[in-house]
């Protein structure tokens, strides 16, 4: 069983910056794919970010060059430090872990609002 627990999210002004954090328990993080997504309102949960275990990354369109997701599997922690925030980015960010070979491995955390609005 792995639970994921997701902080830093808040009210930013566009252009601000600010870091997600999703803190892990259970065996395993370091093997496990990693990821962030988000849901705004009346819209469907879109992946924002995710890193394998081998530290390879992968953004949506819209965040890169803005957004940067890293880990460290002796914390068992996932980051997402977001620069350069625009209205737009405002959602429910949800933390994910993964395993690409097992289909039954999929969890997620509550979320953490984040708001960008001047």
């Known amino acids: 069983q792995v639970q994921l627990v997701e902080s830093g999210g808040g009210l930013v002004q566009p252009g601000g910056s600010l870091r997600l954090s999703c803190a892990a328990s259970?065996?395993?993080?370091?093997?496990?794919?990693m990821g962030w997504y988000r849901q705004a309102p009346e819209k469907e949960r879109e992946l924002v970010a995710s890193?394998?275990?081998?530290?390879?990354?992968n953004y949506a369109d819209s965040v890169k060059g803005r957004f940067t997701i890293s880990r460290d599997n002796a914390k068992k922690t996932v980051y997402l430090q977001m620069n350069s925030l625009k209205p737009e980015d405002t959602a429910v960010y949800y933390c994910?872990?993964?395993?690409?070979?097992?289909?039954?491995?999929?969890?997620w955390g509550q979320g953490t609002q984040v708001t960008v609005s001047s």
């Open positions: 994910n872990a993964d395993r690409p070979w097992d289909t039954k491995f999929r969890y």
């Open positions: 259970g065996s395993g993080f370091s093997i496990n794919t």
């Open positions: 890193i394998t275990r081998g530290g390879n990354t």
